[in-house]
């Protein structure tokens, strides 16, 4: 290893910042492997490993006559991989060819820079894909790295040791960050995504869909990904009070709901939304994330929203169902204010004649099940037909699980009678089924129940494995309410989320290493880790990724009425001339180092109770304490002896004081005792 060392330490000039380059672009290559095809990346890495042969060895490059066949044949494999030459993958492929290939053509210092401006290009194409705060630090490094590589190429005579000439880059890119946080913060923008092309900016995540069958949410609720965020204004809601209404569902085919026709759809939107609210609205603003399907329109909010948000440059409708959908499909981060009421009747005073959708179910379907739900019309009262099947999901041997067993074409008379093992969509489903054939009209809610407050920055994180199914039912003087039978079987997964329902899986199926990681709870340091990892990240997409026109207007405005304002100014002006005289304080009279530890235990006697007096000499301070006799002995000891060496040493002469070197040393394991 120290010969390998020796050998690139004793490397020409030349082959030095050759090498550095060849690092640097490797650096800016590396994150494409992900989504380019594995010939594209098997044939750069081969580049680039052939041009570091050849500056090792001192080979000539190759020739125009083998460089042309091979580029050309690439572009023929780009056209075949993508059908086209055009478009952002493609065209992302060539690019990423195109430096592999330009390493192998650096003739002259011109072609060294040439390469470095691509790379820089390239750069901004790997935000195509991933925007996250971890691709932007690996691409700031990989900046600081062409910059090095580039200055190095600037030395026209002794050049400086690596590591110097990284610190000026860094220094260089520390120059410009001022300006380009102003760029970004104040000059003007256009909507649409920071980076890429509508469509393709944030990349494709899982969601909701509009239909839910057996095993649905089961495979969501499998995701950790983030569906939203949400910042409240004053108290954040109990965990069972957070419902995040989505998608309605009113039709049944025997093994999947889905939502009602369009026809039915259409009338129901034109009847009167009756909603009576009590209490105070909950303020809050929800960042959406985008979703995996180009068609997606569905805006989350806690049941039951005021009034309809506010997108810039889209129309938001509601539903009968009082569904909230964008006009036309969200194809990127969103950030829209919400009030809502928590405490609500809907519909209490009766349902439309023609209202008997909610009531219908599939022929020659699931007849037990059928059977069941007749057999509750025995009870008069419709609320004890829902409390009876309530009772009966408590009672009886119901299990909560990510991992039912297969249901067959009556997949609710299978479930209810059969497996008795489902997740979420399975009560809903199931309960709803018999509540319809106890003739209470009732519907299946989709959505999310629940989140996961961040304490460091506030907000609540509700993430794809929050994904949840209820129910409701429409009881007279009443309107519809919601009934969740999952909370009958495990109340668990409303109070505390998935995981106090369903313990996690261990981490690499080491149970040990699960319990290890879970001590603590929420206020273990792998805990806080996460806290902090989210806020950042977090902070990250409220003021970059989501740093809309709307948004920089505000802040404009915000900087507008600051500077205008004569406290301001004023207060900018004070600040620093506060720090110039304090900086100037600090030069002329340094702080004694004896001093600063005798200022320290006069400071950790004060918090036990024995604060010095201001006219308080140490020997007269050391006899107070031993009087008052409030600390342990061995704690009065270290005090008195530390007041002792520190008077001796203050007031004796400078001659007596010097003779003690290790004083500090004494002090402060003095210092250390005293508890």
């Known amino acids: 290893m120290n010969t390998l060392f020796a050998r690139f330490q004793g490397l020409s000039r030349d082959k030095a910042d050759t090498l550095l380059l060849l690092c640097s672009a490797l650096l800016v290559l590396a994150p494409h492997v992900a989504h380019l095809p594995l010939w594209v990346s098997g044939l750069c890495a081969l580049t680039l490993l052939w041009r570091g042969v050849i500056t090792l060895q001192g080979k000539r490059m190759p020739p125009s006559l083998l460089l042309l066949p091979l580029a050309a044949g690439a572009m023929l494999g780009v056209a075949h991989s993508y059908q086209t030459l055009l478009g952002r993958d493609a065209g992302v492929a060539m690019l990423v060819l195109l430096v592999a290939?330009?390493?192998?053509?650096?003739?002259?210092?011109?072609?060294?820079?040439?390469?470095?401006?691509?790379?820089l290009f390239l750069v901004l194409t790997n935000f195509f894909y991933e925007q996250g705060i971890g691709t932007a630090l690996l691409m700031a490094l990989s900046v600081l790295a062409l910059l090095t590589a580039q200055l190095s190429f600037q030395f026209t005579g002794a050049v400086p040791p690596l590591r110097r000439r990284f610190l000026m880059s860094a220094k260089l890119l520390g120059l410009a960050a001022p300006l380009a946080l102003a760029l970004f913060f104040l000059f003007p923008r256009i909507e649409g995504p920071l980076w890429g092309v509508p469509g393709d900016a944030l990349g494709a995540r899982s969601g909701l869909s509009e239909t839910m069958a057996p095993g649905t949410m089961a495979n969501l609720a499998q995701s950790g990904e983030t569906a939203f965020r949400v910042r409240f204004e004053g108290r954040v809601p109990r965990q069972e009070q957070l419902y995040w209404r989505g998608p309605v569902l009113g039709a049944y085919d025997g093994r999947t709901?889905?939502?009602?026709?369009?026809?039915?759809?259409q009338r129901t939107a034109q009847e009167p939304l009756a909603l009576t609210v009590a209490g105070n609205p909950v303020a809050y603003d929800i960042t959406l994330e985008p979703s995996s399907s180009s068609s997606s329109r569905w805006l989350f909010a806690l049941e039951m929203p005021q009034s309809l948000p506010e997108l810039e440059g889209k129309r938001v409708d509601v539903s009968g169902e009082f569904e909230l959908m964008a006009a036309s499909p969200l194809e990127s981060r969103l950030r829209y204010r919400m009030l809502s009421f928590l405490d609500y009747r809907l519909q209490k005073d009766a349902l439309p004649p023609d209202a008997d959708h909610w009531l219908q179910l599939p022929a020659n379907s699931n007849p037990r099940a059928l059977l069941a739900g007749l057999g509750l019309r025995a009870e008069r009262d419709p609320r004890r037909r829902v409390e009876a099947v309530l009772q009966g999901f408590?009672?009886?041997n119901?299990?909560?699980?990510?991992n039912p067993p297969l249901l067959g074409r009556d997949a609710v008379d299978d479930f209810l009678y059969g497996s008795r093992a489902g997740f979420c969509e399975h009560y809903s489903g199931a309960f709803v089924f018999l509540m319809r054939a106890a003739g209470v009209p009732a519907r299946v809610v989709t959505g999310y129940q629940g989140g996961e407050l961040n304490p460091l920055d506030g907000y609540v994180t509700v993430r794809q494995s929050d994904a949840h199914a209820w129910a409701e039912v429409w009881l007279a003087g009443q309107g519809w309410v919601r009934v969740?039978?999952?909370?009958?079987?495990?109340?668990?997964?409303?109070?505390r989320g998935l995981e106090g329902a369903i313990p996690p899986r261990p981490p690499f199926g080491i149970e040990g290493l699960g319990r290890f990681m879970q001590q603590g709870g929420a206020n273990s340091w792998l805990a806080q880790m996460r806290y902090a990892a989210g806020a950042v990240n977090n902070g990250w997409n409220q003021w970059v990724l989501n740093y809309t026109p709307q948004r920089q207007q505000s802040v404009v405005d915000s900087v507008r009425a600051s500077v205008f304002d004569w406290r301001m100014p004023v207060l900018l002006a004070t600040l620093i001339t506060v720090l110039f005289l304090w900086r100037i304080f600090l030069r002329r009279r340094g702080i004694d180092p004896i001093d600063a530890l005798y200022s320290a235990l006069c400071s950790r006697l004060a918090r036990l109770g024995l604060a010095r007096a201001a006219d308080e000499s140490p020997s007269a301070y050391s006899a107070r304490i031993r009087a008052e006799a409030r600390l342990a002995p061995p704690a009065e000891a270290a005090a008195a002896e530390f007041l002792g060496r520190y008077s001796a040493w203050r007031y004796a002469p400078h001659a007596v004081a010097a003779k003690d070197a290790h004083l500090a040393a004494t002090l402060k394991r003095l210092l250390s005792q005293v508890r």
């Open 484 to 495: 969740d039978p999952t909370a009958a079987v495990a109340p668990e997964r409303v109070r």
């Open 398 to 402: 119901y299990v909560y699980t990510l």
């Open 394 to 396: 408590r009672r009886e």
């Open 257 to 265: 709901w889905t939502r009602l026709d369009a026809r039915t759809r």
């Open 101 to 119: 290939f330009k390493m192998l053509e650096m003739h002259a210092r011109r072609d060294l820079f040439v390469v470095v401006f691509l790379c």
